[in-house]
């Protein structure tokens, strides 16, 4: 079993910065992967970004340039620093760990608003 608890949400204006960080425990241990999924209202959940135990990311093109992911494998943590943001990037935002087996494990979501 893993625990995600998500913190950093919060509220920005448009153009502005914001990081987001999970923090993972629990088993651990073995090739993974942790990402940020997000929820905007009445849409459905998207990918946003995920890196791998070995440090390959993968960004959905809608941030791409600006959002970066990053982990700390020794603390299990995974941070989504976000910059530039636009209004549309207003989301519930939700951790998300995977591992070899493809067991898929959810943080209850921090919630990120951008206003215009």
């Known amino acids: 079993q893993v625990r995600l608890v998500e913190s950093g949400g919060g509220l920005a204006q448009s153009g502005g910065s914001l990081t987001i960080s999970c923090a993972a425990s629990?088993?651990?241990?073995?090739?993974?992967?942790m990402g940020w999924y997000r929820q905007p209202p009445g849409k459905e959940r998207e990918l946003v970004a995920a890196?791998?135990?070995?440090?390959?990311?993968n960004y959905a093109d809608s941030v791409k340039g600006r959002f970066t992911i990053s982990r700390d494998n020794a603390k299990n943590t995974v941070d989504l620093q976000m910059s530039s943001l636009k209004p549309e990037d207003t989301a519930v935002y939700y951790c998300?760990?995977?591992?070899?087996?493809?067991?898929?494990?959810w943080g209850e979501g921090t919630r990120v608003t951008v206003s215009s």
């Open positions: 629990g088993f651990i241990s073995g090739y993974n992967t």
């Open positions: 890196i791998t135990s070995l440090g390959v990311t």
């Open positions: 998300n760990f995977r591992n070899v087996r493809g067991s898929t494990y």
